[in-house]
Nanobody, 117 residues
């Protein structure tokens, strides 16, 4: 089992910044990817960014140049620095931990981000 604890959401005006954090604990000692997904109101959960513990990162096109994903492997924590936020970035951000060898995945409880125009 893997437990994920997220923090850092909130309300911000367009153009502002937020930093999300997600700390993993439990059976996490294997090659893995951690990332963030956004579920906007009335929409499905979609990929925002991922980072492996080997250092590879991946972003959806809409956040490139604005968001930065990073990891502290010693703390088993992934961060999402979100700059120049837009109203369309609004929604619940979920942290994901995925074991690379077999794809076994765990989700955090989600953190709300609201960007006002």
């Amino acid at each position: 089992q893997v437990q994920l604890v997220e923090s850092g959401g909130g309300l911000v005006q367009a153009g502002g910044s937020l930093r999300l954090s997600c700390a993993a604990s439990g059976s996490i000692f294997s090659a893995n990817a951690m990332g963030w997904y956004l579920q906007a109101p009335g929409s499905q959960r979609e990929l925002v960014a991922t980072a492996t513990n080997g250092g590879s990162t991946n972003y959806v096109d809409s956040v490139k140049g604005r968001f930065t994903i990073s990891r502290d492997n010693a703390k088993s924590t992934v961060y999402l620095q979100m700059n120049n936020l837009k109203p369309e970035d609004t929604g619940v951000y979920y942290c994901l931990w995925r074991r690379i060898v077999d794809g076994r995945s765990y989700w955090g409880q989600g953190t709300q981000v609201t960007v006002s125009s």
